[in-house]
């Protein structure tokens, strides 16, 4: 196998779906004379515009059949890609059945991806899986030190450059790349297909799980500079933070991506048909203020005013269109990221006078209620589980104290455990009149997150100059219940009068008789909310 070597073009095999550019690579391929050899509605369009094809019926003196199924499966045509040129018994088997050498294999496959995302049927999926073009990419791939494979239209300007830089040959460093390339391509092809075959069979979790991602971005540096780092997309159609359009700011980095992809399914919960303007700020992917608000800029300033320290150098995400009152308030501090699914033109404005300042527009909010997968990493392999997208309904709460809550706790309550379902566990969420007052985050005691909690809304208050904390008549969420009533009597020495958790403890009966002696409302879920 040649190492170093240049190696000429003679003859190219061109079949894509995607006809991109073709007739500019058909038009550079005949001006260095090489041969194309093509099939169906590739060589139509280069026939169309007077570029001489070879049919590849008439090459391999075997006609297409069952329906275009079988067209390029033949020894002409892999034997001419596979065959080593510097070895002998290849060059007299090729010699001996009179198959010429392909040098060039220019192959994009059924848009399979692209048919399952439009809802087809199955049979017409099945129709969209290739068969041939993976077979051809995969052989061409192989002797990549003799054969150049392109699968991306991206490509042609590169092989086009080569062909002249070089008189019709190309380098052995240039055919690596593309062969890297092309099993990318057919790897990401098969586990399209292998996913949608399981999802098919309802095998939620397969003996053989194959995923992918396409690079969008290589970063300076992952959590920390000497952690390397880059962003995938993959296929899942979902509104967020991999298909928004950024219109101003430096590059999103490792940690920014994180951030913000988790502010924006927070603030997703609430569409704004239903409660209106709705501000997240987040900082290292936890919530340290979120709010309502009869206007966009009244929530974000109640979201500020939560934890105006935490939120220095946050990210802000809004349920609706950034309006000009809003824009001009965030300017007023430094943030790193708005996510938002669109803005006025005004406001663009005014976020443009802050240059470093990211700007997502999304054009929507994701549905929260949507299923997906998430994947974590592990030493040796990787641990799979569904989105959590569900809450409790509120015919569904057990009122088990003897106080009943008020219309205006249970909103509250219900407000919060939806935030405390996006805040790291242990999770305790104060709200009062649908903002959050104090957020305790991350701590391996839930006591310990009660009165990180309570501190916050004594620190909040004290910055609004107001003596009382902010913990006083507020509402408390748990992501999970309370082992003993500690955690519950810090609510209540804080200040809250009602209590939203999931129940479940084999210590609920002391944690309930706890509450009724302190005097609080609480109600059970019946689902927990653990975020790690």
């Not at 290292?284 to 005013?305: D, F, I, M, Q, R």
């Not at 990493?377 to 009943?404: C, F, H, M, W």
Request: hydrophobic content about 40%; charged content about 20%.
């Amino acid at each position: 196998m040649p190492t170093s070597d240049l190696q000429p073009v003679n003859r190219a095999l061109i079949s894509v779906s995607d006809k991109t550019g073709l007739i500019d690579l058909g038009k550079a391929l005949a001006v260095q004379n090489i041969e194309i050899l093509s099939t169906g509605g590739s060589a139509k369009m280069l026939q169309d515009a007077g570029i001489s094809v070879t049919e590849v019926a008439d090459h391999t003196h075997f006609p297409e059949m069952m329906g275009g199924r079988v067209k390029t499966l033949h020894p002409k045509i892999h034997g001419g890609i596979l065959g080593l040129r510097d070895n002998e018994d290849h060059m007299a088997a090729m010699s001996q059945h009179d198959i010429g050498p392909i040098d060039l294999v220019v192959v994009n496959l059924y848009p399979f991806e692209e048919t399952v995302a439009k809802g087809a049927d199955f049979h017409t999926c099945i129709e969209n899986i290739d068969i041939g073009g993976p077979a051809m990419i995969r052989s061409a791939a192989k002797n990549y030190g003799f054969v150049n494979v392109i699968v991306e239209s991206d490509d042609y300007a590169e092989i086009i450059k080569e062909l002249i830089a070089h008189n019709g040959k190309t380098s052995i460093e240039l055919r690596k790349r593309l062969a890297a390339k092309a099993y990318a391509r057919t790897g990401a092809y098969d586990a399209a297909i292998s996913s949608w075959y399981a999802e098919q069979l309802g095998q939620e979790f397969p003996d053989r799980l194959v995923f992918s991602g396409t690079r969008q971005q290589v970063m300076r540096y992952g959590e920390n500079p000497h952690q390397s780092a880059a962003f995938y997309s993959n296929d899942e159609i979902r509104i967020g933070v991999a298909s928004a359009t950024q219109l101003q700011g430096k590059e999103l980095s490792y940690n920014n991506f994180n951030d913000t992809d988790a502010a924006f399914e927070l603030v997703a919960e609430f569409n704004p048909k239903i409660f209106g303007p709705v501000c997240a700020i987040i900082k290292h992917a936890n919530p340290c203020g979120v709010a309502l608000g009869s206007t966009l800029s009244e929530a974000y300033k109640s979201a500020l005013a939560c934890d105006t320290t935490s939120a220095f150098g946050g990210i802000i995400a809004l349920n609706q269109t950034l309006d000009v009152a809003t824009a001009k308030e965030i300017i007023k501090i430094f943030t790193e990221v708005i996510i938002a699914p669109d803005a006025d033109d005004d406001a663009k404005a005014i976020i443009a006078s802050k240059k470093n300042l990211r700007l997502l527009l999304t054009g929507g909010l994701p549905a929260p209620e949507n299923d997906g997968q998430l994947i974590k990493s592990l030493a040796g392999g990787y641990l799979v589980q569904d989105r959590d997208n569900q809450l409790t309904a509120q015919p569904e709460l057990q009122i088990v104290t003897q106080k009943v809550p008020t219309e205006q706790e249970l909103s509250d309550m219900k407000f919060a455990f939806t935030i405390a379902k996006h805040v790291k566990s242990n999770a305790i969420v104060y709200v009062r009149n649908g903002v959050t007052v104090g957020i305790g985050a991350g701590q391996m005691s839930r006591v310990d997150s009660s009165k990180i909690a309570a501190s916050k809304a004594l620190e909040a208050a004290k910055n609004a100059g107001e003596e009382a904390s902010w913990a006083k008549g507020s509402v408390v969420a748990s992501d999970a219940f309370f082992p003993f009533a500690d955690g519950l009597l810090a609510a209540a020495e804080a200040g809250a009068t009602a209590i939203i958790q999931p129940g479940g403890s084999m210590r609920d009966d002391d944690v309930i008789k706890a509450a009724d002696e302190a005097g609080l409302a609480m109600v059970l879920t019946g689902m927990r909310h653990f975020r790690h």
